[in-house]
């Protein structure tokens, strides 16, 4: 028996013997409503009706979370190792739901969910980023599943993005998804950097890069650092969109659109404190050059077809430059 509770009962037991309410009170430093309700509890349930009972409502109307809101939480933190602030996103997205991180911090408290492992970084390392939207637009194909192809196109300083699905990779679906950048993407492209993929090294494909004014630029051969960000996109893309949709689905180029619309406008992006591609690019707007600025520093007299083969396009330079 707690001390809470003997004291309880020494009121009850005072009251007992001298029938006398505003002398207990006095004496015990109670209320007269107090000493009632000890009382009334006692005559109903004697001994155990002395205990602190639960003050929770009964029913909450205007509660935020109910039981469908923690399971969805619950859910996405046990299967997919989700963060407060994408477990935030993805309840929008999925299920249109709006909590604040407060409230999703407290629901994985309560469930006692384990931490997330964090990924140790060095202690100074330098973000590379480019600072004028379309200055440098990475690109690249990954594959999702049988006869499914992803293009992806990520402007290296506001992270926008533009992307397509297609059963192959080819020279064909290149020129497409190059058509789609250029007209999607809502400032002019300088830059198109690229792995060593054929895909992207096709003449036809360099001689429209060469007609859109746009500078192609492939990286070295073993060095996916260098098109870092649209690696990591491509993999988010995994974790977060396609581990949601069924990839036989007729819908799912509907799909893959509302998810580049809800990436570029409503996502936040850890790499701009939290504020979304868009509204990086409306902070840095002023800066961008117009198309006609673009196009007319672009010198076609630097630009040739480049070769897929490395070493034989290192080659082919020295020998330029020799003569």
């Given at each position: ?5 003997k004291a309880?009962l020494?009121?009850?037991?005072l ?11 006095r ?8 000493l ?5 509890r006692?005559?109903e ?12 409502p009964?029913t909450?109307p205007?509660?935020k ?7 969805l ?10 963060g407060?602030r ?20 407290k629901v994985l408290v ?18 590379y ?8 637009v ?19 300083c ?9 059963q192959r990779?080819?020279?064909a ?5 190059l ?22 090294f096709a003449?036809?494909?360099q001689k429209r890069?060469?007609?859109y004014?746009?500078?192609?630029r492939?990286v ?9 960000k ?19 689905s ?8 509302d998810?580049q619309?809800?990436?570029?406008w409503?996502?936040?992006?850890g790499?701009?404190?939290g504020?979304?591609?868009?509204e ?18 672009y ?18 330079r ?6």
């Amino acid at each position: 028996m707690d001390d809470a509770i003997k004291a309880r009962l020494k009121w009850i037991e005072l009251y007992k013997q001298t029938q006398d309410a505003g002398l207990v009170c006095r004496r015990c430093g109670i209320s007269r409503p107090t000493l009632r309700k000890w009382w009334r509890r006692f005559e109903e349930s004697g001994v155990e009706g002395l205990q602190e009972r639960s003050r929770r409502p009964k029913t909450s109307p205007k509660t935020k979370v109910g039981d469908r809101e923690e399971r969805l939480i619950s859910e996405l933190r046990k299967k997919r190792k989700l963060g407060a602030r994408r477990i935030q996103n993805e309840l929008f997205r999925l299920h249109d739901l709006s909590l604040s991180l407060a409230t999703i911090h407290k629901v994985l408290v309560r469930q006692q969910a384990p931490p997330l492992k964090r990924v140790k970084r060095k202690e100074t390392y330098t973000r590379y980023e480019r600072p004028i939207p379309g200055e440098r637009v990475q690109m690249d194909t990954t594959k999702i599943g049988a006869g499914l192809f992803q293009y992806t196109a990520v402007d290296d300083c506001t992270r926008y993005r533009v992307l397509r699905l297609f059963q192959r990779r080819t020279a064909a679906n290149t020129l497409l998804f190059l058509d789609a950048v250029v007209e999607e993407m809502p400032f002019p492209i300088q830059r198109v950097q690229t792995d060593r993929g054929r895909e992207f090294f096709a003449v036809k494909v360099q001689k429209r890069l060469m007609e859109y004014g746009i500078k192609f630029r492939p990286v070295r051969p073993r060095s996916p650092h260098l098109n870092g960000k649209v690696e990591r996109s491509q993999k988010t893309d995994k974790d977060e969109f396609y581990s949601t949709v069924d990839l036989g689905s007729e819908t799912l180029n509907d799909e893959l659109a509302d998810w580049q619309h809800h990436y570029n406008w409503q996502r936040p992006h850890g790499a701009h404190k939290g504020k979304t591609p868009m509204e990086r690019y409306f902070q840095v707007s002023e800066e961008t050059p117009l198309s006609e600025a673009v196009l007319s520093a672009y010198d076609a007299s630097k630009e040739r077809i480049q070769e897929p083969n490395y070493r034989l396009e290192m080659e082919l330079r020295k020998l330029q430059r020799s003569l």
